[in-house]
């Protein structure tokens, strides 16, 4: 059964660093991207980015570059989404998503990550 | 501003059909990529629904369907049902951006 588990809720005050994750299972996560989607308190869905785990090549939307980092290990099956200085606005449920192609459909979802952070 | 564009809100009776729009552009739904739609529960992550403008992952039950035409695309759902009533998002690739694109959501209310 294809599994994408990420970690656990977060609560951080403006200025600390942070690194959520994604671990998958049941597939092969090099055979796959990873993206990472920003929901906001009552809004919709933002695409932030992939990684294909395999090499670790990675693609931002404009949006989000330079304020977040995906990364990868792939001998554990993870994926990572990690800020280095948040802001209230970074406030949000994260989570990480599977596709088969960068173009395709995000097939598999993770729980989600709540990540608040406030002063 | 969503680069696909839903309509905030749609409703319908039980048993009823209602039908959900989304409107992109030539380097996204025009492009010919494919368009695909999320349900999401209150409380809950996204969940695939439709992928490749009109098709349904295994358990899907076929009162949802899928079309695309030009620069649009729509999720029709027939037979109303209470559980039915969530957030649907469409999600396509855009060309001039390099990435992935979600429409605005659309909260379904079943009356």
């Known amino acids: 059964e294809v599994q994408l588990v990420q970690s656990g809720a977060e609560v951080k005050k403006p200025g600390e660093s942070l690194k959520i994750s994604c671990m998958g299972s049941?597939?092969?996560?090099?055979?796959?991207?990873i993206a990472w989607v920003r929901q906001m308190p009552g809004k919709g869905l933002e695409w932030m980015g992939i990684?294909?785990?395999?090499?670790?090549?990675?693609r931002y939307s404009p949006s989000f570059q330079g304020q977040v980092t995906i990364s990868a290990d792939k001998s554990i099956s993870t994926a990572y989404l990690q800020w280095s200085s948040l802001k209230a606005s970074d406030t949000a449920m994260y989570y990480c998503a599977r596709l088969a192609g960068e173009v395709s459909d995000f097939d598999y979802w993770g729980q989600g990550t709540l990540v608040t952070v406030s002063s | 501003q969503s680069v696909l564009t839903q309509p905030p809100s749609v409703s319908g009776a039980p048993g009823q059909r209602v039908t959900i729009s989304c409107t992109g552009s030539s380097s996204n739904i025009g492009a010919a990529y494919g368009v695909h739609w999320y349900q999401q529960l209150p409380g809950t992550a996204p969940k695939l629904l439709i992928y490749?403008?009109?098709n349904r992952p295994s358990g899907v039950p076929d009162r949802f369907s899928g079309s695309k035409s030009g620069t649009s695309a729509s999720l029709a759902i027939t037979g109303l049902q209470a559980e039915d009533e969530a957030d649907y998002y469409c999600q396509s690739y855009d060309l001039s951006l390099s990435g992935s694109v979600f429409g605005g959501g659309t909260k379904l209310t079943v009356l």
């Open positions: 990684i294909y785990p395999d090499d670790s090549e990675t």
């Open positions: 490749g403008n009109s």
């Open positions: 049941g597939y092969s996560i090099t055979n796959y991207f």
